[in-house]
RNA sequence: UGAGUCAGUCAGGCGGCCGCGUCGGGCCCACCAGGCCCGCCGAGGAACGUCCGGGCUCCGUAGGGCAGGGUGGUGGGUAACACCCACCCGGGGUGACCCGCGGGACAGUGCCACAGAGAACAGACCGCCGACCUCUCGGUCGGUAAGGGUGAAACGGUGGUGCAAGAGACCACCAGCGCACCGGGUGACCGGUGCGGCUAGGCAAACCCCACCCGGAGCAAGGCCAGACAGGGAGCGUUCGAGGGCGGCCCGCCCGAGUUCCCGGGUAGGCCGCUGGAGGCGUGCGGCAACGUACGUCGUAGAUGGAUGGUCGCCACCGCGCGGGGGUAACCGCGCGCGGAGACAGAACCCGGCGUACCGACUGGCUCAUCCG
């Protein structure tokens, strides 16, 4: 994901579920076919450079062996500044924990309306 | 061997599995897109802070003056600097060496807290000396600044002459100040001789004065392409000129028919700039050095929701324990096990500096102390 605009309408209308290391948010793809876009939020007060650049290496490294479940989905992941000190299995547990949240919550929304429309 | 000082280098290594970005090549698809495979390359000594200096870009080339800002021993280096080198002066250290926002306090103004009697053409609390008064304790007036006390600092130091007691009042030497001459040095300055008066405080990171330097804004500079929208109102103006170049002002010069504010509406996509530059390394030559120069050689990060990684293992590092070996001993290798540390920190137009952060490892020069020859 890597325009402003996606990212807004991810964060807004979104699925979110929260976690103690990080956030997410998703838009599940109505029929399943489409290609997932993922973006990450690490802001300032997660640390310093050198942190929010591990931290968003890792949860992506995390994200790219989990696309296939996401069904097309658009995803947002937001750390959190406790994401600054935890370990990879952590961010994993806590990511994972996290998706299946989200994706109750969508396929609900999804039953109920259908898709946004982006 | 121990303690110290200066300079420099490095910033863990290797491998398995899974990945990312630019560029080049190939293939698929060609509606632009996009996807797959292969190859090259892919963070730092500080990439950081953004404190200086430049390159580069634009502002109609930016002239003079004022204001403002900066620099401040001398000589050199450099594209330039507030940086670097060498030297001078002052201070610290036995020493190697280190530290210094280091022009001017007779151009002027101002300030010097507290303590103290007195703090800048100073001053007299105790004391010392003389005269007078008084039975005595002591008091009054005058002289004095050697001694005591206060302070960061009290108008030179030592010895003598002198005196009622004293004092550069006078003398000798010393220190300091000023002037002249001689010698050395490119210079800051240093050394020496003579004379003078007889002592003259500090703060300029207070205003200020002197010398020299400075046009402004910044890659969100700047340029190109694509695309969207909807206008309305008010003010000042069109050789009697609004407004602008011009950041603060004045003069001067130039551009000049639009421009300013309010309400409302629209867009925030792509490409170029974008990395070869005052470049690194080696050798020779010049120079005490910073550095310069000639030749040779090496050259490859360019992201844009922002790549350069995720994870696991082994080795290397440190500490402890056990086993065993060498050695008189201190101690030194070897093997195994357990534990620990791995810092500071992420390019965003590019260089030269400075400053700051940082677990540590290693190399070399020099100094001091001790021992041996």
Do not use: I, K, W, Y
Not at 5 to 34: I, S
Not at 48 to 56: D, I, L, T, Y
Not at 87 to 114: E, F, I, K, N, P
């Amino acid at each position: 994901m890597r325009r402003s605009a996606d990212f807004a309408v991810t964060v807004r209308d979104g699925a979110r579920a929260g976690r103690e290391t990080l956030v997410v948010h998703l838009v599940a793809d109505a029929d399943g076919a489409g290609r997932s876009r993922v973006g990450f939020v690490v802001p300032r007060s997660v640390g310093g450079a050198v942190v929010r650049n591990r931290v968003r290496r890792r949860l992506r490294a995390l994200v790219t062996v989990r696309l296939d479940r996401l069904g097309g989905a658009d995803l947002v992941v937001r750390a959190l500044p406790s994401a600054a000190g935890a370990s990879s299995a952590r961010l994993a547990t806590d990511l994972d924990s996290a998706l299946r949240g989200a994706q109750r919550h969508a396929q609900r929304s999804v039953q109920r309306r259908g898709r946004p429309t982006a």
